[in-house]
């Protein structure tokens, strides 16, 4: 796994985990969001919208919107940006719909 998108100096980090993100490993480090792994790993589109199907990812960072909405360990609609990764936590984003539509 490539360190993606991740600031890599001047930081220090927890320890290094893997999390499954729609069937694929994907590397967090204790302590960041679910978000901000899956930022890291150059996956911005977590969700579509409902009636136009159009591709959401972080936009406030602090759980007032709903743009993040993931699947988290089986449980639907759990903020991305507010929700610490975890060893082996298993997230369902609907990333890969989106890119597959809209071609992103």
Do not use: H, N
Not at 4 to 21: A, D, S, W
Not at 61 to 77: A, Q, T, Y
Request: contains cysteine.
């Amino acid at each position: 796994m490539s360190q993606g998108k991740r600031v890599t100096q001047g930081i220090q980090r927890g320890e290094r985990i893997e999390i499954e993100v729609d069937g694929e490993r994907v590397e967090a480090f204790l302590g960041e969001t679910v978000a901000a792994a899956l930022i890291a790993a150059g996956r911005p589109i977590l969700r579509r919208t409902d009636r136009a199907s159009a591709p959401r990812g972080l936009y406030c960072g602090i759980g007032v919107c709903f743009d993040c909405l993931v699947g988290i360990d089986g449980r639907p609609r759990v903020r991305a940006c507010q929700t610490p990764v975890a060893p082996g936590m298993r997230v369902d984003t609907q990333g890969r719909l989106v890119q597959e539509r809209w071609g992103q």
